[in-house]
């Protein structure tokens, strides 16, 4: 079992940054991937960013490549993500997600994610 529990979210004005953790607890070394989503009321689950746990790689969608940045420290079980430039379409509930495997392919499907915290609002005023 894993136990993902989210913070740092809040409310900011457009341009402002904020740094989303995730403290990851229980089988922590067999999540090998490791990812953001996010959702907006009346909108589906959408990936926001991913990154392996061996190689460190990172992988970004496109709305937010170049503002966001997904990193993760093993040694405090800890998944972060740097947001800056927020814009009002960046508001929605986001969620860290884990796995123990996933495929390049598979990454932006949220049905390859085995784990999931409960989410920190995150709201974007212009």
């Known amino acids: 079992q894993v136990n993902l529990v989210e913070s740092g979210g809040g409310a900011v004005q457009t341009g402002e940054s904020l740094r989303l953790s995730c403290v990851v607890s229980?089988?922590?070394?067999?999540?090998?991937?490791m990812a953001w989503f996010r959702q907006a009321p009346g909108k589906e689950r959408e990936f926001v960013a991913a990154?392996?746990?061996?190689?460190?790689?990172?992988y970004y969608s496109d709305d937010v490549k170049g503002r966001f940045t997904i990193s993760r420290d093993n040694s405090k079980n800890m998944l972060y993500l740097q947001m800056n430039s927020l814009q009002p379409e960046d508001s929605a509930v986001y969620s860290c997600a884990s796995s123990s495997t996933v495929i390049l392919s598979s990454l932006g499907s949220h049905e390859s994610y085995a784990y999931w915290g409960q989410g920190t609002q995150v709201t974007v005023s212009s």
């Open positions: 229980g089988r922590t070394s067999r999540q090998d991937t």
């Open positions: 990154i392996f746990r061996n190689t460190g790689r990172t």
